[in-house]
């Protein structure tokens, strides 16, 4: 069974940084997709980043690409989410997401539909 518990996560000012962690168990498959997804209050579940564990290809949205940095712990199973330069707009619960079954990821396909084990998330607040 696929459990993942994510930790980083906190309150910072506008300019701030974070390093997202999430702890993936029972998660064995060498090919699959991990991912850092966020959703703000009233708005939808929206893809930040991921990576295709099988050729280490990644993924950013547009609004986060070089600010965030998306890495993955191999021999620890667990991906993080670096975030620098964060802004106000940033502020949403973030969500570690796997998924092994479908593999879009391998082509840069980021939707929230194709993960099917979420971890509980971790909230991320940033001030003006």
């Not at 690409?65 to 802004?87: C, E, H, P, V």
């Not at 479908?102 to 539909?113: E, G, I, K, P, T």
């Not at 509980?120 to 607040?125: M, R, S």
């Amino acid at each position: 069974q696929v459990h993942l518990v994510e930790s980083g996560g906190g309150s910072v000012q506008a300019g701030g940084s974070l390093r997202l962690s999430c702890a993936a168990s029972g998660y064995t498959h060498s090919n699959g997709c991990m991912g850092w997804f966020r959703q703000a209050p009233g708005k939808e579940r929206e893809g930040v980043a991921q990576i295709y564990t099988g050729t280490g290809k990644i993924a950013y949205a547009d609004s986060i690409k070089g600010r965030f940095t998306i890495s993955r712990d191999g021999a620890k199973n667990t991906l993080f989410l670096q975030m620098n330069g964060l802004k106000p707009e940033d502020t949403a619960m973030y969500y570690c997401a796997a998924d092994w079954r479908r593999l879009r990821c391998a082509v840069a396909y980021m939707a929230a539909n194709e993960y099917g084990y979420w971890g509980q998330g971790t909230q991320v607040t940033v001030s003006s």
